[in-house]
Structure formats: structure tokens, C-alpha cells
Nanobody, 124 residues
Framework: QVQLVESGGGLVQAGGSLRLSCAAS????????MGWFRQPPGKEREFVAT????????YLADSVKGRFTISRDNAKNTVYLQMNSLKPEDTAVYYC?????????????????WGQGTQVTVSS
């Protein structure tokens, strides 16, 4: 049974930093990509960043480039999202997803497994 468990969310002031973690278990993730998405209040889930387990290739949304970094620790089966220079518009529930590497990595439908989400609130 695949499990993705996010942690690291919280309340931070604008300009601050947080590091989210996503611990994955239940299968071998070779050939998979991990994605971070976020869902602001009243809005749809949107892509934030993705990384492939095997090669470590990454891609980030334009809205977070230069501020966020995605990385992985294969030995710990954990993916991280380092978020710096946070803005109030980054406030959302952040979700970790896992899916077979796909050209549709910007879309939630490309991910088969999801965590429960972690709240990030950035105050102005």
C-alpha cells in the first residue's frame, strides 16, 4: 500500500522560509515522478514542482522559480520542497503526489497517489 506523508507546513511571515517533506513508502518508485501541488482556498489544485526519482530532473512553476527548490533523498524515500521568500499568495494546502513519469506532469491527473496535504499560511 503506497503512502505519502507530508510534513513541515505552518504559519510564517512574508519573506520567511519553510521546508516541506514528503515521505513515500509502499513500493519502488523507480520510473516515477514526485510532484508538489497546492490548493489555495476556493481555488483548484495547481502545479508547483516536480522531480523524477531516477534522474533527479526537476521543473518548477514560473510563480515559484527562484524561490522554491525541489529535491529528493533516495535513501530516505523522501522528497523536499524548500520554500524561501514566501509571499501571502503562497498560502495553500500543499499536496505531494506520485505518478509514473509522464509528459503531463503539470496536471494532477498524472499522479496516482496523494498525501493528505499540509497547510502553509503566509501572513503579510
Amino acid at each position: 500500500q503506497v503512502q505519502l506523508v507530508e510534513s513541515g507546513g505552518g504559519l510564517v511571515q512574508a519573506g520567511g522560509s519553510l521546508r516541506l517533506s514528503c515521505a513515500a513508502s509502499g513500493r519502488t518508485f523507480s520510473g516515477y515522478a514526485m510532484g508538489w501541488f497546492r490548493q489555495p482556498p476556493g481555488k483548484e489544485r495547481e502545479f508547483v514542482a516536480t522531480i523524477t526519482w531516477s534522474s533527479g530532473w526537476t521543473y518548477l512553476a514560473d510563480s515559484v522559480k527562484g524561490r522554491f527548490t525541489i529535491s529528493r533523498d533516495n535513501a530516505k524515500n523522501t522528497v523536499y520542497l524548500q520554500m524561501n521568500s514566501l509571499k501571502p499568495e503562497d498560502t495553500a494546502v500543499y499536496y505531494c503526489g506520485a505518478g509514473r513519469t509522464s509528459p503531463n506532469y503539470l496536471r494532477p491527473a498524472a499522479y496516482d497517489y496523494w498525501g493528505q496535504g499540509t497547510q502553509v499560511t503566509v501572513s503579510s
